[in-house]
């Protein structure tokens, strides 16, 4: 088992470019989540699914899209980026299916975005 | 979100030590989580606490649901090197939407 893997792991692009981030689990979990993480900062959460075909906002989902057509991935797009969106941002995923296996959630090693 | 106040925000202790931190909110949860992070990597669950004034350990590690269900402690006993990195407690109702306290960077000296 992997586990949950991100790709990529660190990528540059310059303000207005577009960009996706993916994230693949093998765990079968019913819940999958979008954080970013900034310096000195706890996770802030994006963008979640509870299941496959379905997304829902966070706390901070402005110039964030998601989709999830497939149950093990969960893409993250930026379709303007800005330099306020430099950081990390990890995925998560979780069974969903009754506590406490809801809050059990396992992460990725992050995606280190710079933009310029 | 809802706040979550994280104290201290780093620490550094030597090696045999025993550490506490803590974790407060203004809003009740129904669960309270204490997740690892190294550095470069994503956070790993530690301990998770379901009712108030519960008290779970996981080796070293000991964590109690305040009694208040406002606020949770993490205590790491005899400190060794390999505890180096951050400390986050997270809180939740929904089961799904974790607020994150913004961390307590441990650093241990041989």
């Not at chain 1, 906002?57 to 969106?85: I, M």
């Amino acid at each position: 088992n992997a586990g949950v893997t991100q790709t990529p792991k660190f990528r540059v692009l310059k303000t207005g470019q577009s960009m996706t981030l993916l994230c693949a689990q093998d765990m079968n979990h019913e819940y999958m989540y979008w954080y970013r993480q900034d310096p000195g900062m706890g996770l802030r959460l994006i963008h979640y699914s509870v299941g496959e075909g379905t997304t829902a906002k966070g706390e901070v989902p402005d110039g964030y899209n998601v989709s999830r057509l497939k149950k093990q991935n969960f893409l993250l797009g930026l379709e303007s980026a800005a330099p306020s969106q430099t950081s990390v941002y990890f995925c998560a995923s979780s069974p969903g299916q009754g506590r406490p296996l809801t809050e059990t959630q396992y992460f990725g090693p992050g995606t280190r975005l710079l933009v310029l | 979100g809802q706040q979550l106040n994280q104290s201290p925000q780093s620490m550094f202790i030597q090696e045999g030590e025993d550490v506490s931190m803590n974790c407060t909110s203004s809003s009740i949860f129904n669960t309270w989580l204490w997740y690892k992070q190294d550095p470069g990597e994503g956070p790993v669950l530690l301990i998770a606490l379901y009712k108030a004034g519960e008290l779970t350990s996981n080796g070293r590690l000991t964590a109690q649901f305040g009694i208040t269900r406002k606020d949770s402690f993490l205590n790491i006993s005899a400190s060794i090197p390999s505890d180096v990195g951050i400390y986050f407690c997270a809180g939740t109702n929904s089961g799904y939407a974790l607020n994150f306290g913004k961390g307590t960077s441990l650093l241990v000296t041989p």
